[in-house]
């Protein structure tokens, strides 16, 4: 089923871009990329609520593929409307077309407490304007975690990067869980214990 659903980027030019016909076999929109999808309960959930969208996973984990793969051949949703990337998600993103995807996700990404780790955090200045090139104007980065300190970190890299404006209104338009949201597992366990998810919508301007 890896096989059949991960793109095979190897073989084609390294700095050549990926049209998304390539990815899935016919011209496709809307597409939606989840980073780092875990275990993929988030993705699937996904699928389900929205069947007209096209979605591209990412989790170099093989446990987490490995669980998502099962999930997904259990759900007898269809395989036309997944495609698959077992490594750095970055990888995957720098070789996808200008403007190809509505959304972007990434949820829970590792904190990298120590201040001396902080470059390796996903959300970063380079990473953005990677995410801002593939997705269309208007399109939407969620970002969600409950580590106070990494929530601070990507409101303010994502406020001060140029092509994205944050939706917030109010507070509670990132304290208080939207309506269609589907929290993932570590989203669950870490309410279990007490702790405040944050929910953070940026728009691609
Ligand atoms: C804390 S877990 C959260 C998983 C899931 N998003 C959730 O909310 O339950 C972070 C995940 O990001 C993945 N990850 C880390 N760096 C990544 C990268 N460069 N590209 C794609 N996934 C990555 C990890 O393997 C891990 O599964």
Do not use: C
């Amino acid at each position: 089923m890896l096989v059949r659903l991960q793109p095979d980027i190897a073989t084609t030019k390294a700095q050549k871009r990926l049209p998304l016909e390539d990815l899935f076999g016919a011209a496709v929109s809307p597409v939606w990329f989840e980073i780092g999808f875990g275990s993929g309960e988030h993705l699937i959930g996904l699928m389900r609520q929205h069947p007209e969208v096209y979605m591209i996973g990412a989790e170099p984990f093989i446990n987490g593929m490995a669980n998502f793969l099962q999930a997904l051949a259990e759900s007898k949703l269809p395989e036309t409307h997944i495609r698959v990337w077992m490594e750095d998600a970055i990888l995957l993103a720098e070789r996808l077309p200008d403007q190809s995807l509505e959304r972007i996700y990434v949820l829970n990404p590792d904190p990298w407490p120590k201040k001396r780790h902080h470059k390796r955090r996903i959300i970063n200045q380079e990473n953005l304007t990677t995410f801002a090139r593939i997705l269309k104007p208007g399109g939407l980065l969620v970002m969600s975690t409950d580590v106070a300190d990494l929530a601070d970190w990507m409101v303010t890299e994502a406020s001060r990067h140029p092509d994205f404006n944050w939706t917030a209104q109010r507070a509670d338009d990132w304290r208080i869980m939207p309506a269609d949201w589907i929290p993932t597992r570590y989203e669950s366990k870490g309410k279990a214990k007490g702790r405040q998810q944050i929910y953070l919508m940026f728009n691609r301007n």
